[in-house]
């Protein structure tokens, strides 16, 4: 559970981070700001899969842990909810690992599309979370 909670953290730090940069055009605040809603994809995935007791993948790749949950709608047939940003976390998961490295090392460009559909999937990531009330 402790996963959750850190990724939910990690969201919040990467909205301000965002925030901040819309403001004042620093690139660290792009770069903390896509790194932090890396994470906060990330734990919150691992986190959902420990959550419904099975165990997380290894690393930071996100199709990894979607395939772990894709794999537990028979189980948990409520995490169908998530179908669509969990095909989209997929589908982006080549993008989104790049911020775990690059927006740490080296300037790079996040679009304003890839940016505003991570913080898609982690706000619906975290609206599912609190409306099935899951401990974290």
Not at 3 to 28: T, W
Not at 51 to 73: I, P, Q, R
Not at 118 to 136: E, S
């Given at each position: 559970?402790?996963?959750?909670?850190?990724?939910?953290?990690?969201?919040?730090?990467?909205?301000?981070?965002?925030?901040?940069?819309?403001?004042?055009?620093?690139?660290?605040?792009?770069?903390?700001?896509?790194?932090m809603l890396q994470q906060a994809l990330e734990l919150m995935l691992k986190g959902l899969?420990?959550?419904?007791?099975?165990?997380?993948?290894?690393?930071?790749?996100?199709?990894?842990?979607?395939?772990?949950?894709?794999?537990?709608?028979d189980k948990a047939p409520d995490l169908k909810e998530l179908d669509d940003v969990l095909?989209?976390?997929?589908?982006?998961?080549?993008?989104?690992?790049?911020?775990?490295?690059?927006?740490?090392y080296s300037r790079f460009n996040a679009s304003e599309k890839n940016i505003e559909d991570?913080?898609?999937?982690?706000?619906?990531?975290?609206?599912?979370?609190?409306?099935?009330?899951?401990?974290?």
């Open positions: 559970m402790c996963k959750i909670k850190n990724g939910i953290k990690a969201l919040e730090k990467s909205h301000m981070f965002i925030e901040d940069f819309k403001k004042d055009g620093d690139d660290s605040n792009l770069n903390w700001g896509c790194f899969c420990e959550t419904y007791g099975e165990e997380c993948a290894f690393g930071h790749m996100l199709s990894d842990n979607v395939e772990v949950l894709k794999g537990l709608y095909d989209i976390a997929n589908q982006k998961s080549y993008i989104y690992i790049s911020w775990e490295t690059k927006s740490r991570a913080f898609m999937i982690a706000d619906r990531l975290k609206d599912y979370i609190d409306i099935h009330k899951l401990k974290y």
